[in-house]
């Protein structure tokens, strides 16, 4: 309408800062924040993402369990229609559902679902916000770990005695890199797409001005992933194509060459490693007759002899920075390449020099190696949780279907709980797990399935209680990142979308029907807790760092600070390579654990006491590759966030006839008829999807690349997924006894050209619905 005023606020996303423009009550426009040297384009997705046909706009309860109860036919979860109910009828029904299952089976029968990213807010984190309310009301069984970074969270304490986290965030900062640096090895590549992400958020984008400098500088890079975009052309890398899942085979044909020439530093090994000389025999072939040559590693790896041993004396005559991607530990025996990389660091000894050693991460979040420091603080508290059972993070689907079995984990002997009621606000394991097929089996054991949820994908249309939550443009909250700089306002843009409520107040509602409001909300309103937070970490920032930072009346009116927390000299364990007497590490030796008397006592035979090359339960070297001859790649994509913001206009504009897009070489697509834009079949014996085809030689031979996030839409509950979800193609199974982390890129698929009309994808629409008479 002529006239009509627009109004700006701004806000703060996982991936970046944007200036929100307001017209009546719908955003029409969002625009990077001018302080952001490069800006994801994700943030167009707003606008369209917000104002989406999918949104959930009132409470919706499916139809057989508003009948019939806890012991509806269970079946239904994701057939049957939903029905509106207002809110306070839907409260109701969820807190006298929890209450019965509490009485009737206590609180380890109820599971607390919760994945980070829902929030990049310090405030309405949602996995907070759950925790802190099920802890009121005795507890709950939780997950451990991250589907992102699984083996790695296990792996990386007993191997450098860091928590995983505290390792990354320690590690060389790019300034420092391009300054001393003169070779990096990148096992996985660092693809620039997944440095537009940092969990909390990131003021300015900077990892790819850094890779510039370093390359300006003289540093060479070398890709060594069978995708030649996980490195930017700017970096000029050299690019190694590896078998997927052979990378581990690759490193220990790089050490054994560091053996025979004399190229590794056994100085460094006896002062700062253990148990080298327990890893020895192995690596030439003396404990088990198979010496792990270059030969031996070309053949599995695909990578020629002569190019690991070339490879493997430059990493020795230069100050080398090994880095390994994370999408390497999320596959079959994924402790093993992190750990291996870590074994070459040490014999290459130069680990805790500037610009040398290990890394882990860089370039998968925006984060890694940015030159400030970890201020931790500014975070809503959960309280205690009574109950001590847990899973990790990835065995959902087997809790749900092997209730009362046990599984081994880092040490530990678990038993599989009895989940009676879960509870799921913040991430989509619809998106996350493996298997979906298997997922939506075991999804239908459960009694009663809450969800709190924006929209309705395939998590909101497979629960029985679907509470409308708010996105972060519909409420006011904090947007910082421990690891960086800036702290912004972020300032509610609009109302909430129909009857949209924050999980704070839903919650508060929740808490005082169960007799623990005022505990839960310490009385205070949203406002209340962003001055408290704010209050907080203020005199915190005084008290530790003798830092100063306006009051929050202050801080809000101006919208943002930036904190004086730079730091562009920081080298990732300096301390223990000068004194590792003084600075020993915290692991049994004090030192890096080459061989881990820790893991060897476990007995694990997929996880022994030192790194090994164990072969996947499917890659391009198994008996399986005769009937499925293509390695699946599920990378990160280009265009959201995981499956947020899938309906936008970014993501939407990506597809390929409404399809998620996969990528495959032009040799692969000519044996089997396909043209760049089909629709193809993508299928093995677990699931089938449609995709939409894009032709390019930037893909190894033998390998595809399909990206997570495309909203699960099946035609049927099992069958053909007509929008491109790979995770109906992926195997459900643990790393290893030890992590028991994910392994979605251990997968071998076949693709056939789908003839005919494909059907069309019903994703984005609303579920079925009834109308109450």
Not at 582 to 590: A, F, M, N, Q, V
Request: negative net charge; glycine residues 10%; charged residues 25%.
């Amino acid at each position: 309408m002529a006239g009509t005023v627009r109004k700006r606020t701004r806000t703060s996303l996982h991936w970046g800062v944007y200036d929100i423009e307001v017209e009546g009550d719908r955003i029409v426009d969002a625009q990077p924040w001018a302080g952001d040297p490069d800006p994801s384009p994700i943030g167009q997705s707003i606008p369209t993402a917000v104002h989406h046909e999918s949104r959930v706009t009132q409470p919706m309860v499916r139809s057989g369990w508003l009948k019939h109860g806890p012991q509806s036919g269970r079946g239904g979860r994701g057939v049957e229609p939903f029905v509106p109910v207002s809110w306070d009828r839907a409260l109701d029904l969820v807190s006298e559902e929890l209450q019965r299952v509490k009485e009737s089976h206590g609180n380890e029968a109820i599971f607390g679902g919760s994945y980070g990213w829902a929030s990049a807010g310090r405030f309405h984190h949602a996995q907070s916000q759950i925790h802190r309310f099920l802890n009121q009301i005795g507890g709950y069984v939780r997950s451990v770990n991250t589907y992102s970074s699984a083996a790695s969270e296990v792996i990386v304490p007993h191997v450098f005695g860091r928590g995983h986290l505290a390792f990354t965030q320690e590690q060389t900062v790019w300034p420092v890199i391009a300054e001393h640096t003169g070779l990096v090895v990148m096992f996985g590549g660092m693809p620039p797409k997944n440095a537009q992400i940092s969990p909390g958020g990131a003021g300015k984008h900077t990892t790819l001005d850094w890779l510039k400098r370093c390359r300006a500088n003289g540093v060479t890079f070398i890709n060594v992933s069978p995708l030649r975009d996980d490195a930017a052309d700017f970096m000029d890398a050299e690019w190694l194509a590896p078998r997927p899942n052979s990378d581990t085979a690759l490193m220990l044909g790089l050490a054994h060459t560091l053996v025979v020439d004399e190229l590794c530093d056994r100085r460094f090994l006896e002062t700062h490693c253990h148990g080298f000389e327990r890893f020895e025999p192995y690596l030439l072939g003396q404990s088990d007759g198979q010496p792990k040559d270059a030969g031996w590693a070309a053949a599995i790896s695909g990578i020629p002899e002569e190019t690991i041993r070339g490879l493997a004396r430059r990493m020795a005559a230069t100050r080398t920075l090994i880095t390994v991607a994370y999408s390497l530990q999320r596959a079959d025996h994924g402790e093993q390449p992190f750990w291996m990389a870590a074994v070459l660091a040490g014999m290459l000894g130069q680990i805790g020099l500037p610009g040398g050693g290990i890394g882990y991460g860089y370039g998968a979040f925006g984060r890694t190696g940015r030159p400030a420091r970890r201020i931790a603080g500014m975070a809503l508290p959960q309280g205690t949780n009574p109950v001590q059972d847990f899973i990790p993070v990835a065995r959902i689907t087997d809790m749900l279907l092997h209730p009362g079995e046990t599984l081994d984990y880092d040490g530990e002997r678990l038993r599989y709980p009895d989940i009676r009621l879960i509870y799921w606000c913040g991430g989509n394991p619809f998106h996350h797990h493996q298997d979906l097929n298997r997922l939506v089996e075991a999804w239908q054991r459960p009694e009663t399935i809450v969800v709190h949820e924006p929209w309705w994908n395939a998590l909101a249309r497979h629960a029985d209680i679907v509470l409308p939550a708010t996105t972060p443009l519909e409420r006011n909250d904090i947007g910082w990142a421990p690891e960086d700089t800036f702290i912004f306002a972020m300032e509610q843009a609009i109302p909430p979308v129909g009857e949209s409520r924050n999980d704070y107040d839903i919650f508060s509602d929740l808490a005082r029907r169960m007799g623990v409001g005022d505990s839960f909300t310490e009385g205070r309103t949203e406002n209340d807790w962003l001055r408290h937070l704010y209050g907080e970490f203020r005199d915190q920032l005084k008290r530790r760092e003798d830092i100063e930072i306006p009051n929050f009346d202050e801080f809000w009116s101006g919208g943002q600070l930036e904190l004086p927390t730079g730091d562009d000299e920081r080298v990732h364990m300096a301390e223990f390579r000068n004194d590792p007497v003084k600075h020993p590490l915290s692991t049994p030796s004090g030192k890096i654990e080459i061989f881990s008397e820790t893991i060897d006592g476990f007995g694990y035979d997929d996880c022994p006491g030192h790194p090994v090359w164990l072969e996947p339960a499917e890659w391009l070297g198994s008996e399986r590759q005769e009937s499925f001859p293509l390695h699946l790649i599920s990378n990160q994509p280009t265009t959201r966030l995981h499956s947020q913001h899938d309906p936008g206009a970014v993501s939407m504009a990506s597809k390929v006839q409404g399809r998620e897009p996969i990528s495959i070489h032009p040799q692969d697509a000519s044996d089997r008829g396909i043209e760049d834009g089909d629709v193809v079949r993508v299928f093995n014996d677990r699931g089938a999807c449609l995709a939409g085809v894009r032709v390019t030689d930037g893909v190894r031979p033998g390998v595809v690349i399909l990206s997570t996030g495309a909203w699960y839409d099946p035609e049927a509950p099992g069958g053909l997924d007509r929008h491109g979800n790979p995770n109906v193609l992926t195997l459900d199974k643990g790393t290893s006894r030890l992590a028991q982390g994910p392994i979605a890129h251990s997968a071998l698929v076949e693709i056939e050209r789908f003839d005919g009309e494909p059907p069309p994808v019903r994703a984005f629409e609303q579920p079925a619905m009834v109308v109450p008479g």
